[in-house]
């Protein structure tokens, strides 16, 4: 752990869910600012931008959905949405406002803190196993230690995650990737990951790589077993 | 279900229907018959008697002559075929023909007639009907008797009789046959109904009866449907007040849940007796989360909801992850070779959890996992878990898969808490793939899950 903790951002209007966080990051060794509505939370990453949101969907005034796109216009920290309705559009939309992960109401605290670090390594600076500062392929060059990709030239901004994923494709260019393995090695959860944030985070890197998101010709399905980046 | 003794009620309509139609031809036939007969015989009377009155006639005339030739006289008379005429003259008797004699006379005609009387009267003669007609002839102290064979008209009624007798056949024939027409055009509707009411009792709330122009029949229809629609939103309510309720507990229980785990991270700042109390907090409310999750999930399984994009799923290595997943210990797999690629339409995580639940219940209360595998079927795939438990009593097999069926069933309550939704949760999954999901005794006791998956991909 760094010297300075780690920020963690609370979005929640349950007043004890907020307080019960708090003591448990706390005693996991974060600084947890809070917020009970999305107008505040706007605020407060204005002032002091958390390392980490944990964001609950459900808020009164402007709801969790439009808040972490208002956030996802400015900054590219990794977004937890906390959901606390189990229907799966929910999830997907919370996704594609542009969360990173999604962790369902009731949660174990454990499983929480295993979630926030897998999202806190996506902080650091991408290492590439044999010290490779550059990789290219298919129109696409990305520079992994500082976290730049250029698309036909073109700079693209990608969220933590979606570099991420790019990255693993990218050195791996035709190896056919089940939804299990990527949320292995990009979300870093083993098996215990909800397959549906691989498929919305897909979506969301061909949107920003991809000449055209109904053909892709970059990151492609293979149908029955996942995807593949075609060099 | 259905009684035996009684009949059906199409049976019952199409008899009922013949034997009104029976008894209906039947009456008119016999009316017409008798009728007709009156009206023939009358005819024939008539026509035989003046017949009768005029030989009679020529006979008076004939033995008033000075030398009366009896025997002449009856040659002379116009008779027709199968007419034979009698004379007594003085006691003595003279006849047209030798079969016809006196002694065929009945006296009930003879003595009246001797005794100045006209009778007419039907007799038998030769063992057919015949006109027998007496004359009295006092002024020439005789009489005339003659006997008209009637055996064409008796042939006539004969006839008669068959063509009616034929005629009331075919008109119950026909009765029965409209009976039968009628009751399967009334009992259509009703035969409708209870094929929709099956369906309802095995859960398809999607059934609704084609709307019945017949204002009578059309009143059946739509009570049914309205009471479908009823049940549907009442079962709806029911799942939607389980979702709603478990979905208010969440909250509660996350700031319990985090609270707990701040607790657990400084149980050494606990007294023992503190500690002990913390994990009997932890496990419960861990088990209340478990229960709140499983309300969820089932009562998700109970939405109508929007559907879920079903994709291929490779059923053997879902499997192996699950079972690679969870800590079931040794467990042998059997996968059939042939079924390595096999696919089944779904969705993966339903098939997931309705398999883990499988396996945790079998550990749970089955003693232990025996032995998962992957059997072909016609058309479907069979996943297989069997246990090393006591097996289910044939009384369960059917209420197992019902929610929270644990504490009326005759099998041991687990102590290690389960929440009464694990296996109704696989049958509600199982079952939104169109498959289903079985338990039996297997060989060696202990007992043996089947869920079947209808495949889609290569066999």
Request: hydrophobic share 45%.
């Amino acid at each position: 752990m760094d010297a300075v903790p780690d920020s963690v951002l609370v979005v929640d209007d349950d007043d004890r869910i907020r307080a019960s966080l708090r003591l448990a990051l706390e005693d996991n060794g974060y600084r947890v600012i809070d917020a009970a509505d999305a107008e505040s939370a706007l605020e407060l990453i204005a002032r002091d931008v958390p390392d980490i949101v944990l964001l609950d969907l459900m808020l009164p005034g402007i709801d969790g959905f439009e808040c972490c796109r208002r956030i996802r216009r400015e900054h590219d920290m990794p977004i937890l949405v906390v959901s606390a309705r189990a229907d799966s559009h929910d999830v997907v939309a919370g996704l594609e406002a542009g969360a990173d992960d999604y962790i369902r109401k009731p949660f174990d605290m454990p499983e929480l803190t295993a979630r926030i670090r897998a999202l806190r390594r996506r902080l650091q600076p991408a290492a590439v196993a044999d010290g490779t500062t550059e990789l290219q392929g298919a129109g696409v060059w990305v520079a992994p230690e500082r976290g730049e990709v250029r698309v036909d030239g073109e700079p693209v901004h990608l969220t933590k995650t979606e570099f991420r994923l790019l990255l693993e494709f990218m050195q791996h260019p035709g190896r056919v990737y089940t939804r299990e393995v990527l949320l292995d090695r990009v979300w870093e959860y083993g098996y215990f990951g909800d397959p549906r944030i691989v498929d919305v985070h897909i979506g969301r890197l061909r949107a920003k790589i991809e000449a055209d998101t109904a053909n892709p010709t970059r990151v492609v399905t293979v149908r029955g077993f996942g995807y593949k980046f075609d060099a | 279900m259905r009684r035996p003794l009684r009949l059906r009620l199409s049976v019952r309509l199409a008899v009922t229907f013949g034997v009104g139609a029976l008894l209906v031809s039947a009456l008119l036939a016999s009316s017409a018959y008798l009728l007709s007969r009156r009206y023939l015989a009358q005819e024939q009377e008539h026509a035989t008697l003046r017949q009768a009155y005029f030989n009679a006639a020529v006979v008076r005339t004939g033995m008033q002559a000075q030398t009366p030739d009896v025997p002449g006289l009856l040659d002379l008379l116009p008779s027709g075929i199968g007419t034979n005429a009698l004379i007594e003259q003085s006691g003595r008797w003279y006849s047209t023909s030798l079969t016809v004699s006196r002694d065929g006379l009945p006296l009930s005609v003879k003595r009246p007639v001797l005794n100045g009387a006209v009778v007419q009267a039907w007799i038998r003669s030769n063992g057919a009907p015949a006109l027998l007609e007496g004359i009295p002839l006092p002024s020439v102290d005789g009489a005339y008797f003659q006997i008209t064979d009637e055996a064409a008209l008796a042939r006539t009624l004969s006839v008669l009789r068959a063509v009616l007798a034929a005629a009331a056949g075919a008109a119950s024939l026909a009765g029965a046959l409209v009976g039968w027409w009628a009751s399967r055009r009334l009992t259509a509707p009703l035969r409708s109904v209870a094929a929709a009411a099956e369906r309802i009792a095995v859960g398809d709330f999607q059934t609704s009866l084609p709307p019945e122009a017949d204002a009578e029949l059309g009143g059946l229809v739509d009570s049914f449907n309205t009471m479908v629609e009823a049940l549907k939103e009442r079962i709806e309510r029911d799942a939607r007040f389980a979702g709603d309720v478990s979905h208010e507990l969440r909250s509660p229980l996350t700031t319990l849940s985090t609270a707990l785990s701040v607790l657990q991270g400084r149980r050494n700042e606990l007294s023992p007796r503190g500690a002990d109390a913390l994990d009997l907090l932890s496990g419960e409310v861990l088990r209340f989360q478990r229960l709140v999750e499983d309300l969820l999930e089932i009562s998700r399984a109970d939405e109508p909801g929007a559907p879920v994009d079903r994709e291929p799923i490779r059923i053997c290595e879902l499997v192996l992850q699950v079972l690679a997943e969870g800590q079931y210990g040794e467990v042998t797999t059997d996968i059939d070779s042939r079924l390595l690629d096999a696919t089944v339409d779904g969705d993966k995580r339903r098939l997931e959890q309705a398999l883990r639940n499988l396996l945790d219940n079998a550990q749970r209360h089955g003693g232990g996992i025996v032995r998962v595998a992957v059997e072909p079927q016609e058309g479907a795939v069979a996943l297989v878990v069997d246990d090393m438990g006591p097996g289910v009593p044939p009384a369960d097999v059917d209420r197992i898969f019902d929610r929270f069926a644990r504490g009326r069933l005759s099998r041991r309550r687990g102590s290690q808490g389960g929440t009464g939704l694990g296996l109704a949760i696989v049958r509600e999954h199982v079952r939104w793939h169109g498959g289903h999901v079985t338990v039996r005794s297997r060989p060696g006791g202990g007992a043996r899950f089947i869920i079947e998956l209808p495949a889609s991909g290569a066999e």
